[in-house]
T-cell receptor
């Protein structure tokens, strides 16, 4: 249980275009999802926290108009990188707080498989 | 905010030996400490976690210890195997909110 499906796994786009990354919770309701960015050989940096039905909370230094997050349902959160540039090339990973699988309460966090974005 | 430090950054052991990775955290309010294993090109996978009301937890060859007073926690892998080779991340969070990750440890198990 507690699977988060992230798509696409890899995407190459031209500079100036937008790319949408989706994360779906398959067997639980994800009221909260987190979006991370990871550069090669580095740790995961939290970009934003999205709560279903409300605006995302962005970490300091993350441009909310560039990284649009939508969490319109309990099973889907999307990250759209707008007007992408080569410096946006990175590994993007979502994570969901797992609750209520076999009972109420917190059950940990589960991660998607990541999206390798390359902007050319 | 929370700051998590992780050591060592790289660790190489012989197959069958033990591996220990250590993390310290700054926010005494943090109460959830997971460990993740990340293989190349994949998302992190939870391998073990511990809450602040527990001092030690074990799952087969993997164990985690927590010292709340010193604000540090460690991952212990015994009888290491080549398939244990990966990058391991520790993390800390308060009341199940956003987690802060350590910088990661690249573990190499030599056959």
């Amino acid at each position: 249980g507690a699977v988060v499906s992230q798509h696409p796994s890899r995407v190459i786009c031209k500079s100036g275009t937008s790319v949408k990354i989706e994360c779906r919770s398959l067997d639980f309701q994800a009221t909260t999802m987190f979006w991370y960015r990871q550069f090669p050989k580095q740790s995961l940096m939290l970009m934003a926290t999205s709560n279903e039905g409300s605006k995302a909370t962005y970490e300091q230094g993350v441009e909310k108009d560039k990284f649009l997050i939508n969490h319109a349902s309990l099973t889907l959160s999307t990250l759209t990188v707008t007007s992408a540039h080569p410096e946006d090339s990175s590994f993007y990973i979502c994570s969901a707080r797992v609750t209520g699988l076999s009972g109420p309460g917190f059950r940990g966090y589960t991660f998607g498989s990541g999206t390798r974005l390359t902007v050319v | 905010g929370e700051n998590v430090e992780q050591h060592p950054s790289t660790l190489s052991v012989q197959e069958g030996d033990s591996a220990v990775i250590k993390c310290t955290y700054s926010d005494s309010a943090s109460n959830y400490f997971p460990w993740y294993k990340q293989e190349l090109g994949k998302g992190p996978q939870l391998i073990i976690d511990i809450r602040s009301n527990v001092g030690e937890k074990k799952d087969q060859r993997i164990a985690v210890t927590l010292n709340k007073t010193a604000k540090h926690f460690s991952l212990h892998i015994t009888e290491t195997q080549p398939e244990d080779s990966a990058v391991y991340f520790c993390a800390a969070s308060y009341n199940n909110n956003d987690m802060r990750f350590g910088a990661g440890t690249r573990l190499t198990v030599k056959p």
